[in-house]
T-cell receptor
Framework: GAGVSQSPSNKVTEKGKDVELRCDPISGHTALYWYRQSLGQGLEFLIYFQGNSAPDKSGLPSDRFSAERTGGSVSTLTIQRTQQEDSAVYLC?????????????FGQGTRLTVV | AQSVAQPEDQVNVAEGNPLTVKCTYSVSGNPYLFWYVQYPNRGLQFLLKYITGDNLVKGSYGFEAEFNKSQTSFHLKKPSALVSDSALYFCAVRDPYQLIWGAGTKLIIKP
């Protein structure tokens, strides 16, 4: 597609439920990132995928968070047993490579509200 | 560890005046610096980047940024502000592939 696509754009869920957030990166981009944006924490790195390499999961805040990337393209971020502190905007980005001089392009984000 | 600071939470500028949004960085090695803009309820849009070479970098929407190694700064500038430039601006540094973000600066352009 022309840009990074994320779905859903908004998600309201009850505390304790599982949620899945989807990211469709720009076609041909090998690197994919998930970030979280919240009022108290600003922008935080969550996880990074590059090609077929093992992902860097160092930013995931707890073991309730996981992500996968199928076929080197679409990625799903899963949050199990959601808590109110998980409420945030989840942003996905992709870039044409993982070299430091390459800019990342972001999707519109998924606003997650846990009630 | 790499870090970025945006010392101003908010910047107010009259339309037509020049604007500056400040960013300072702390990195080991060569810095790869980026500016992004976020409009309300929108994702982040890439504005410009500094990799190497010319210290004045030109980007989208008439924005430019000046890299200053001695002052470890990468300030975003525009000669003449538009009301439509009102948004949240983020400075970031690559470390080495994830982006480390500043806290953001809200830019308000008043007619």
């Amino acid at each position: 597609g022309a840009g990074v696509s994320q779905s859903p754009s908004n998600k309201v869920t009850e505390k304790g439920k599982d949620v899945e957030l989807r990211c469709d990166p720009i076609s041909g981009h090998t690197a994919l990132y998930w970030y979280r944006q919240s009022l108290g924490q600003g922008l935080e790195f969550l996880i990074y995928f590059q090609g077929n390499s093992a992902p860097d999961k160092s930013g995931l805040p707890s073991d309730r968070f996981s992500a996968e990337r199928t076929g080197g393209s679409v990625s799903t971020l899963t949050i199990q047993r959601t808590q109110q502190e998980d409420s945030a905007v989840y942003l996905c980005a992709s870039s044409s490579s993982a070299t430091p001089n390459t800019e990342a392009f972001f999707g519109q984000g998924t606003r997650l509200t846990v009630v | 560890a790499q870090s970025v600071a945006q010392p101003e939470d908010q910047v107010n500028v009259a339309e037509g005046n020049p604007l500056t949004v400040k960013c300072t960085y702390s990195v080991s090695g060569n810095p790869y610096l980026f500016w992004y803009v976020q409009y309300p309820n929108r994702g982040l849009q890439f504005l410009l980047k500094y990799i190497t070479g010319d210290n004045l970098v030109k980007g989208s929407y008439g924005f430019e940024a000046e890299f200053n190694k001695s002052q470890t700064s990468f300030h975003l500038k525009k000669p003449s502000a538009l009301v439509s430039d009102s948004a949240l601006y983020f400075c970031a540094v690559r470390d080495p592939y994830q982006l480390i973000w500043g806290a953001g600066t809200k830019l308000i352009i008043k007619p």
